[in-house]
């Protein structure tokens, strides 16, 4: 089970202190997997404060090329340096604003592989294409169009754009449905197995109800990861999920 906690463009140095000193001494579980992304400007700081702490660290986003006349990016090579182990790469955010194309995002998931970091691919429709009935469709052309020729461990992150920050799930039988479609077309193109999260308005509320969904692999938590307080229950209720599922 993974957790991922995308902080976008969010917190600063004392919101962050004041976040990892309420991890220490926590007990971690060894079943659950945590990575959080900060803003890439404090990536260096967070890695520092996570020392002793089982929380990996990943970019929000970074470029097909280790270096060079790239005003403004960031090199898969220079997040693997700071410590990063997972980059998330076509999040909807960045699709929209930054005009992240399937073709670009393809290419930087193949740099981000080649620079031994695990890239974290985001699809998922808007509103139109879910009323529509067109968003498996749609989905179906975002992975054939942004997969990598080569991987070992890649992980898609299922983020219906019309979720995000919205407060709004899709149905549970929907979820179940877009996680088995993506792992098959996967599969179908590259004979690999990948891991499927959902993210979209993930909070203590639903966390359970999202993890009990068949092929939920984890979640891709925005607006609920950015206070210790919201992040913490979410990892609690995924813990005691995981205990009385697999008893341990
Ligand atoms: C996200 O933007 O990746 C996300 C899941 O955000 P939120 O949890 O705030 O909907």
Not at 207 to 220: H, P, T, W, Y
Request: aromatic fraction near 10%.
């Amino acid at each position: 089970m993974f957790i991922a906690a995308n902080w976008k463009m969010n917190l600063d140095k004392k919101s962050i202190n004041f976040f990892v000193e309420n991890l220490q001494h926590y007990k971690f579980s060894e079943n659950l997997q945590l990575c959080i992304f900060p803003p890439t400007i404090y990536i260096d700081f967070l890695s520092k404060l996570l020392e002793n702490i089982p929380i990996s660290i990943g970019g929000q986003n970074c470029h097909h090329q280790s270096f060079g006349a790239y005003t403004g990016e960031v090199s898969a090579t220079s997040l693997k340096e700071l410590g990063c182990d997972y980059v998330i790469l076509g999040h909807s955010e960045r699709r929209i604003y930054n005009k992240d194309t399937n073709e670009n995002i393809k290419k930087c998931s193949q740099f981000a592989i080649k620079s031994d970091l695990k890239p974290i691919i985001c699809v998922g429709e808007n509103f139109n294409q879910r009323n529509n009935g067109k968003a498996i469709d749609f989905i179906e052309k975002q992975i054939t169009d942004c997969l990598p020729e080569e991987f070992n461990e890649l992980i898609i992150a299922y983020e219906p754009i019309w979720s995000i920050g919205t407060g709004k799930i899709p149905h549970k039988t929907e979820i179940r449905e877009m996680h088995e479609n993506i792992k098959e077309i996967v599969f179908s193109k590259s004979k690999k197995n990948v891991k499927v999260l959902y993210g979209g308005s993930v909070n203590e509320q639903n966390i359970l109800e999202i993890l009990s969904v068949n092929n939920v692999d984890g979640i891709l938590v925005g607006g609920a990861s950015l206070k210790i307080k919201d992040f913490l229950a979410i990892y609690d209720s995924a813990v005691k999920y995981l205990q009385k599922k697999y008893n341990f």
